[in-house]
């Protein structure tokens, strides 16, 4: 059983930061695939960025490169994601993912392969 806690949520104005964490749970972290993932209201969950078990390859939605960095700290059992000028549109739900049932796996972009989710934090961005 993993259990994930995000943190690091908050209202924020457009072009703004924000860093999320979430802490993990689970006696093998560093041995999976963690990905964060967004949810606006009345719009479906959708990819934001993964990271591979052992943090040397990353994969980003198109629209977050160059302004989100996702990053781990196996030491800590902790996955983070700094988001630098954000967007009134980015305004969402965001969602940690581990995939556990596998090791080693490389960054994983699909929301169906993850196993395990935290229960959300709420990303406000204002105009």
């Known amino acids: 059983q993993v259990q994930l806690v995000e943190s690091g949520g908050g209202l924020v104005q457009t072009g703004g930061s924000l860093r999320l964490s979430c802490a993990a749970s689970g006696r093998t972290f560093s041995s999976y695939a963690m990905g964060w993932f967004r949810q606006a209201p009345g719009k479906e969950r959708e990819f934001v960025a993964a990271i591979s078990w052992n943090g040397g390859s990353t994969s980003y939605a198109d629209s977050v490169k160059g302004r989100f960095t996702i990053s781990r700290d196996n030491a800590k059992n902790t996955v983070y994601l700094q988001m630098n000028s954000l967007k009134p549109e980015e305004t969402a739900v965001y969602y940690c993912?581990?995939?556990?049932?596998?090791?080693?796996?490389?960054?994983?972009?699909?929301?169906?392969?993850?196993?395990?989710w935290g229960q959300g934090t709420q990303v406000t961005v204002s105009t």
């Open positions: 993912a581990a995939e556990s049932a596998s090791y080693y796996r490389q960054p994983i972009r699909t929301a169906g392969e993850y196993n395990y």
